[in-house]
T-cell receptor, first 115, second 108 residues
Framework: DSGVTQTPKHLITATGQRVTLRCSPR?????VYWYQQSLDQGLQFLIQ???????AKGNILERFSAQQFPDLHSELNLSSLELGDSALYFC??????????????FGPGTRLTVL | GENVEQHPSTLSVQEGDSAVIKCTYS??????FPWYKQELGKRPQLIID?????GEKKDQRIAVTLNKTAKHFSLHITETQPEDSAVYFC???????FGIGTKLQVIP
């Protein structure tokens, strides 16, 4: 157990819908990262937040957005869902900010299926 | 990702042999290079990392080497065991980019 929690574990929805994925970082970690992992694919970095502020952006679609709250938990919002958005979404946390600077601890992931 | 190239994409070795996975990066400002292991159906976990001020780091059967001039770094696993079978990802720090992954199969 990495100490990072993600909910829900599984999510099945239809095209055009909107969903919210939630992540709670390890105690003491200020950075939260979101990744998308499609079937047999690598980890695509979406976005990083550090202490409530956006710190780095990857290949995140305009239909996707995220935020980090004062208690440091983060939410990833996916809207106008398409079939191709079906994937495993990981959240990771680390102590520091500024891109990738130290060990990331990954959550168990949320499996999103868009039908 | 385009900032990191990883190869091979698949690797099969006999138990006890060594395995080497290589990554090449493009951004000379990158200064932190981790390796993650992802077992089937599980989350990625850090197995070793290296910073740009050193050329090599070892942890038991695992080692990472870094060549900043050539902009490449490699993961070395010696005396492989079946439990080493997994997908291994390299990453670079500047753009938070992960390699495509190497599926390692250790044959008993």
């Amino acid at each position: 157990d990495s100490g990072v929690t993600q909910t829900p574990k599984h999510l099945i929805t239809a095209t055009g819908q909107r969903v919210t994925l939630r992540c709670s970082p390890r105690s003491g970690d200020l950075s939260v990262y979101w990744y998308q992992q499609s079937l047999d694919q690598g980890l695509q970095f979406l976005i990083q937040y550090y202490n409530g502020e956006e710190r780095a952006k990857g290949n995140i679609l305009e239909r996707f957005s995220a935020q980090q709250f004062p208690d440091l938990h983060s939410e990833l919002n996916l809207s106008s869902l398409e079939l191709g958005d079906s994937a495993l979404y990981f959240c990771a946390s680390s102590r520091t900010g500024g891109g990738l600077a130290d060990e990331q601890f990954f959550g168990p992931g949320t499996r999103l299926t868009v039908l | 990702g385009e900032n990191v190239e990883q190869h091979p994409s698949t690797l099969s070795v006999q138990e006890g042999d060594s395995a080497v996975i290589k990554c090449t990066y493009s951004d000379s400002a990158s200064n932190y290079f981790p390796w993650y292991k992802q077992e089937l159906g599980k989350r990625p976990q850090l197995i070793i990392d290296i910073r740009s001020n050193v050329g090599e780091k070892k942890d038991q059967r695992i080692a990472v080497t870094l060549n900043k001039t050539a902009k490449h770094f490699s993961l070395h696993i010696t005396e492989t065991q079946p439990e080493d079978s997994a997908v291994y990802f390299c990453a670079e720090s500047q753009k938070v980019t992960f390699g495509i992954g190497t599926k390692l199969q250790v044959i008993p």
